[in-house]
Structure formats: C-alpha cells, structure tokens
C-alpha cells in the first residue's frame, strides 16, 4: 500500500483523547491530527518519537492529517493507523501473497453467518448479537453464494522485545470475532485470524494474556475447534506499507 501524497516527517509531541496527536512540524510549529488507533498504543506513543504523517484535502475533515507510522528509539517503525490494515492485507490477497489464503474471489466486509437458534438465543441473552461482519469472505468458485473461508484481521503493535501481543487493551469486540469464527468453523466453514504486524522488530505474535485474559482464553479455545490463526509481518517505510512473510504464532 502506497502512500499518496506522500507521507511527512514531525516529531510527536503527545498522544491525547485517543484519537488526537500533536505533533510537531518543521516551520509549522506544534499541530494537532487525527491518530486512527483505538488501542492503548503501549510503546507507540513516546512523546520525541519521529513520526510521519498523511495530509487529506477533503474540506470537511475537522483534522487535515493523520499519524501514519512511528518510529521507536532502537529505529524501529511501527504503522499506527490500524484502519490501514485491511488494504495492505486486502493487497496481499489479491496478488497472492498470503499461501494459506487464496481464493478464486475476495470480497470484504462480509457478514457473519447465523448458527443454530439455541446458540443465537444464547447470545442475544449475553447481549451478543451475531450479527455483523468479517473483515474479508474467501470463494472457493467465482459463482459461489456461500464465501469457504471467513478473514477477521487484527493490527499488532505492541512489542516486547520481538515479541508481539493482542490486544494492547482489554477488547470485547476482539473476543467476539474469535467466537464467530469458531462458530464459522461449527457449521464446515474455514475460520481464519489473520494477525497483520506493521511493526518491524517483531517475530513472533502471542495473545496479550495480562492484558485481557479473557480473549486468550477464547482465541485458544477457538484455536482447538479449528480456527486458524496466522501472522504476516509487514514492511514499513514512509513510502509504503506492505505484508512481508509469516511469522510464528505462539498460543
């Protein structure tokens, strides 16, 4: 995933109100953009980070940039903007880079299937309905109704040495898309998590178990019925953004 226009360089000032940054710009002094992350950005945040940043000229946005990638003290970059995720993965499949994933037709944003009428009963009790979508639908045939595979796809970037962990806050809605897929894989459907990694110390990805034990649990339980769950590490530069191989998943 390309970067255009191109990305520029600032320094962070501070991350702020989850979804502000200030950052300072060479003659522009201190300005504030957007920061699309709902995570706690653990190690991402570090007020004299160098960062970059993408400008949108829509005149509607309140905010005219936003935090693409921050880079680390050991020089480390790390692709921030968690909505980024989808394209660079949405770009792999389509050239066929992920070999776990190809696919006579993709298709994003497609909706998670309904289950048995106990299980939906069951959910509507705990407040958990099940309807919603996957990140991405894999077909089998170009005339398939039905997608064989169901994508849920999760930003890493908190690290920990080369360590990476999810999530870096406790996350319901990351829990939720773990049971669906198991739920996927229930009715004969693949379930797949995909861990997109634009963090570029990283090696190897594991759940954030001190963080929010509850989603290890469900992602290990899911793991055991059949869900796969893989990692892709990711180039990043402030040119472009890109999945690189796979790494180990360690449950």
């Known amino acids: 995933m390309r970067f255009e226009p191109p990305l520029l360089p ?9 979804f502000l940054a200030d950052v ?21 945040d570090t007020p004299g980070s160098r960062v970059w940043f993408s400008t949108s000229f829509r005149p509607q946005r309140k905010y005219a940039h936003t935090l693409e990638i921050v880079e680390t003290a050991a020089g ?10 989808n394209t660079v ?8 880079r992920i070999s776990e994933l190809r696919a006579e037709r993709i298709r994003r944003e497609v909706r998670i299937p309904e289950t048995l009428a106990g299980e939906h009963k069951k959910a509507q009790r705990a407040r958990e309905p099940l309807r919603g979508r996957f990140d991405f639908g894999l077909y089998g045939a170009s005339t398939d109704q039905q997608p064989s595979a169901y994508v849920e796809v999760k930003s890493v970037t908190l690290a920990r040495g080369n360590l990476g962990a999810f999530p870096d806050a406790v996350s319901e809605r990351a829990r939720r898309h773990v049971e669906a897929l198991a ?7 693949r379930g797949v998590l995909l861990y997109c990694v634009p963090h570029t110390a990283i090696r190897r990805v594991t759940p954030a178990d001190d963080i929010d034990p509850e989603y290890g649990c469900a992602l290990r339980r899911a793991a055991d019925a059949g869900v796969e769950v893989i990692a892709y590490g ?9 999945l690189d191989g796979a790494l180990e998943v360690v449950l």
């Open 10 to 18: 600032g320094v962070l000032v501070r991350r702020y109100k989850r």
């Open 24 to 44: 300072e710009i060479a003659g522009r002094g201190v300005v504030t953009m957007h920061c699309a992350n709902t995570g706690a950005m653990l190690g991402c």
């Open 76 to 85: 480390d970059r790390i692709g921030v903007n968690t909505a980024r995720a």
């Open 89 to 96: 993965v949405a770009q792999a499949l389509a050239g066929g």
């Open 183 to 189: 739920r996927c894989v229930a009715i004969g459907s």
């Open 234 to 242: 990711c180039t990043v530069s402030p040119q472009e953004i890109t």
